[in-house]
């Protein structure tokens, strides 16, 4: 997982650094010169700090603190931290986590760890706990996840949004910093229950539209497996999950009631219907017929234009 520098020279910083105001909120008393080497996107309450050229001034200062939270997120194993008297390499593809209270120092290296930090505004952060009936407490420095790519995603178009700087920007880090901070929440404290399910939902309802557009030619379980990206042991037992039907019922289901309204209309022969609801020949449509509805296809139609007539 890589980011894509922003658009500016990391080497370079200016006295005015945009930002600093909201950038020192969440850090500390850092400087433009500690920051010299790093990409950053910051709203009021999230900042996002990417070191790219060198190591963080601040980060590499000694027993220092931050108002805000701080979630680092790991991509190798050449991040350092020093806390509680240890020295700590975090798994890459985790996010570690320090509270705003908790002295630490990121090591210094001739080499440039890939991580990025997370600050979120206390306060704020406790505001959204409380959404999932938690306290602040519940979190603790030390605490780990795994890094999942909807956090990257999110990471990744907060900054973009930030370097773009187009009109209403401020609206979508607005929008951003709630995103990134109850994905946070949620992978820390695997509130994913739903997700998959949903994900799974989404599955079947393709596999759905693509039945009801083509159920006039072959269609295989394994072709439908395949549109809703699934194996196809996997997707018959979704598919049966979610409409309570094998998939090869679903689809004879479909075709008979396309048949009977064919025959209600009374415009074409039983082989043409047989052949346009996509059965391979009209004594198989004639046994499925008849053994689903308990009369004939030729009876159905006489039946019902009988009917009409009265």
């Given at each position: 997982?890589?980011?894509?520098?922003?658009?500016?020279?990391?080497?370079?910083?200016?006295?005015d650094?945009?930002?600093?105001?909201?950038?020192?909120?969440?850090?500390?008393?850092?400087?433009?010169?500690?920051?010299?080497y790093?990409?950053?996107?910051?709203?009021?309450?999230?900042?996002?700090?990417?070191?790219?050229?060198?190591?963080?001034?601040?980060?590499?200062?000694?027993?220092?603190?931050?108002?805000?939270?701080?979630?680092?997120?790991?991509?190798?194993?050449?991040?350092?931290?020093?806390?509680?008297?240890?020295?700590?390499v975090?798994?890459?593809?985790?996010?570690?986590?320090?509270?705003?209270?908790?002295?630490?120092?990121?090591?210094?290296s001739?080499?440039?760890?890939?991580?990025?930090?997370?600050?979120?505004?206390?306060?704020?952060?406790?505001?959204?706990?409380?959404?999932?009936?938690?306290?602040?407490?519940?979190?603790?420095?030390?605490?780990?996840?795994?890094?999942?790519?909807?956090?990257?995603?999110?990471?990744?178009?907060?900054?973009?949004?930030?370097?773009?700087?187009?009109?209403?920007?401020?609206?979508?880090?607005?929008?951003?910093?709630?995103?990134?901070?109850?994905?946070?929440?949620?992978?820390?404290?695997?509130?994913?229950?739903?997700?998959?399910?949903?994900?799974?939902?989404?599955?079947?309802?393709?596999?759905?539209?693509?039945?009801?557009?083509?159920?006039?030619?072959?269609?295989?379980?394994?072709?439908?497996?395949?549109?809703?990206?699934?194996?196809?042991?996997?997707?018959?037992?979704?598919?049966?999950?979610?409409?309570?039907?094998?998939?090869?019922?679903y689809?004879m289901?479909?075709?008979?009631?396309?048949?009977?309204?064919?025959?209600?209309?009374?415009?074409?022969?039983?082989?043409?219907?047989?052949?346009?609801?996509?059965?391979?020949?009209?004594?198989y449509?004639?046994?499925?017929?008849?053994?689903?509805?308990?009369?004939?296809?030729?009876?159905?139609?006489?039946?019902?234009?009988?009917?009409?007539?009265?």
């Amino acid at each position: 997982m890589i980011f894509r520098l922003l658009n500016r020279e990391s080497a370079i910083y200016f006295s005015d650094m945009k930002d600093l105001d909201k950038i020192r909120a969440l850090v500390g008393c850092i400087t433009a010169e500690q920051l010299k080497y790093v990409d950053y996107a910051v709203s009021d309450r999230v900042g996002v700090f990417m070191p790219v050229a060198g190591q963080c001034g601040y980060a590499i200062t000694k027993k220092h603190t931050h108002p805000a939270w701080s979630f680092i997120f790991c991509f190798d194993s050449r991040c350092r931290i020093q806390f509680r008297g240890e020295i700590l390499v975090p798994d890459p593809s985790t996010v570690f986590v320090l509270s705003n209270s908790e002295p630490h120092q990121e090591l210094p290296s001739d080499t440039v760890a890939r991580y990025i930090a997370v600050l979120i505004n206390t306060q704020f952060l406790q505001q959204q706990l409380s959404e999932y009936n938690l306290a602040l407490d519940a979190l603790s420095s030390g605490m780990t996840c795994k890094i999942n790519q909807r956090l990257v995603d999110a990471l990744k178009e907060f900054m973009t949004d930030y370097e773009e700087a187009a009109p209403g920007f401020r609206q979508l880090l607005d929008a951003g910093e709630l995103k990134i901070t109850h994905l946070l929440i949620r992978q820390l404290f695997g509130i994913n229950r739903n997700s998959t399910k949903f994900l799974f939902r989404m599955s079947i309802t393709r596999a759905l539209e693509y039945l009801n557009a083509h159920y006039g030619k072959k269609i295989s379980v394994e072709d439908l497996a395949c549109v809703a990206n699934l194996s196809t042991s996997h997707f018959s037992r979704v598919f049966k999950e979610q409409t309570s039907m094998s998939p090869i019922e679903y689809i004879m289901m479909i075709r008979l009631d396309c048949a009977k309204r064919m025959l209600r209309a009374n415009e074409k022969t039983l082989s043409e219907i047989a052949l346009d609801c996509g059965f391979n020949s009209s004594s198989y449509f004639y046994q499925c017929f008849t053994r689903e509805f308990n009369i004939s296809p030729s009876d159905y139609r006489k039946n019902f234009l009988a009917a009409e007539k009265k």
